[in-house]
């Protein structure tokens, strides 16, 4: 049952895909909501191998904050169903050769970024988002 909702959610987004304002972008999911969009990301985010180097255009909400040696960058997808709230962060890093102008905490965004992958000190893969373009997105926008 699992494996047919991700083939319905890869099909959805393919045909989306081709609708796209911008044909360079091959996922774009600023018309997702909710639980769908919450499930597209999470199959993105868990098989980083098969999305790496494609195209992605999202919308959520940014966050940032400062370590010792840098600054994390994240988007910030929240879902709500009843008494039960879901989030998923991607983490961001700017594309290479582009001046990104970064939100301030909490502002609604949307992303265009290359997907890539990377290991955690554990040896684990994970999604990493390369961004080249950051827009705000106004609070009454859908």
């Not at 040696?69 to 998923?88: H, V, W, Y």
């Not at 961001?92 to 990377?118: F, H, K, M, Q, Y």
Request: hydrophobic content about 40%; aromatic content about 8%; some cysteine.
């Amino acid at each position: 049952m699992k494996r047919l909702a991700a083939l319905i959610l890869l099909t959805l987004l393919f045909l989306s895909s081709s609708c796209a304002e911008d044909q360079s972008v091959d996922y774009d999911l600023t018309f997702l909501s909710g639980n769908i969009l919450m499930n597209q990301v999470a199959i993105i985010r868990a098989d980083p191998g098969t999305y790496s180097g494609k195209t992605i255009r999202v919308r959520g909400q940014y966050y940032a904050f400062a370590t010792e040696n840098e600054t994390q960058r994240s988007l910030i997808l929240t879902e709500c169903a009843g008494n039960t709230c879901r989030e998923i962060g991607l983490k961001l890093v700017p594309a290479e050769e582009t001046s990104l102008i970064w939100p301030d905490n909490l502002e609604d965004i949307e992303i265009t970024a290359r997907i890539g992958e990377t290991a955690s000190t554990s040896g684990e893969t994970y999604s990493l988002f390369h961004v080249f373009s950051v827009r705000p997105v106004s609070s009454d926008a859908d």
